[in-house]
């Protein structure tokens, strides 16, 4: 499964349909190096917030091709400074893997350090009312964020919710993205957005002949061992809140994405 291809068609055909009067704001938390959700949030004339504590000049060149509000931060539970651990996969340094974790697997020991800010204060900066998305990708702190949204007002709650889980090696090994700590930061997410009274949800994962999984989060038992596929390698969790949206369109949206595709790097994670 083309995991970010899959899930950045789907919320090209959802979004508009959850608000077609653009009146919530679009948030791209964590931006990385290459699938810019952002991009896509504009191109759909929703109001944009990108926020990414290392932008590269991509980012910058798009901020200002599209009406983007560029946040050169990391969102965390802390307004201030913190310890940012640049990105290193395969040998290399890579700043889509950088992290405020530094037990992280793509963390490595070159650090510097960052301005922080946690989710009541970024919404306060940008004066925000409502909420369509909440993409949230951050090498292994989502669930330091989603917690945070208890705090919030009911009116504020994203009705569409978009976070990472796993990577590195496959969730059989336990390692690295599926690692106890990151594991239990994935089901402690779930829990929040449980609690919180979101309901469908789609899984994407980039597992070779993978369906996208689809359930709701208000009637299930959430359990590791039925929820995620057993050679499951990474892949996105999206989930809404006071609203749905059908199923047949998210398989027929996904069919293409589905077919089975030849890692170039034969059982190792493909970067995110």
């Given amino acids: 499964m083309r995991v970010e291809s899959c899930c950045q068609a789907l919320l090209k055909s ?21 699938a810019f959700y952002c991009e896509l949030f504009s191109q759909l004339n929703f109001s944009t917030v990108a926020v990414e504590p290392l932008p590269v000049a991509k980012l910058y060149k798009l901020c200002k091709q599209y009406p983007i509000t560029l946040i050169e931060s990391c ?12 990105g290193k996969f395969g040998n290399l340094m890579n700043s889509n893997f950088s992290s405020l974790s530094p037990s992280w697997f793509g ?3 070159s650090k510097r350090q960052v301005q922080t800010l946690d989710l009541l204060k970024l919404l306060e900066t940008i004066n925000t009312q409502k909420i369509t998305c909440f993409k949230l990708d951050i090498e292994g702190w989502e669930s330091v964020i989603i917690k945070q949204f208890f705090n919030l007002p009911e009116p504020l709650l994203p009705k569409v919710v978009m976070f990472e889980y796993g ?7 336990g390692e690295k993205g ?19 009274g979101y309901g469908f949800s789609i899984m994407i994962d980039y597992a070779a002949n993978t369906q996208p999984k689809i359930f709701d989060l208000r009637s299930l038992s959430l359990d590791e061992n039925t929820l995620f596929y057993p050679d499951a390698v990474y892949g996105n969790i999206i989930s809404f809140y006071n609203c749905v949206y059908s199923e047949t369109a998210v398989n027929k949206i996904c069919e293409s994405y589905t077919k089975s595709i030849i890692n170039w790097l034969v059982g190792k994670f493909i970067p995110t």
């Fill in 167 to 173: 990577g590195g090696s496959r969730r059989g090994s």
């Fill in 14 to 34: 959802i979004l508009p349909e959850i608000d077609p009067d653009r009146e919530g704001i679009c948030f791209d938390i964590g931006v990385g190096t290459f």
């Fill in 178 to 196: 599926w690692s106890t700590p990151f594991l239990e930061g994935t089901m402690s997410s779930l829990h929040t957005l449980q609690q919180c």
């Fill in 107 to 109: 963390s490595s020991a």
């Fill in 75 to 86: 969102l965390s539970d802390q307004n201030g400074t913190q310890t940012l651990y640049k």
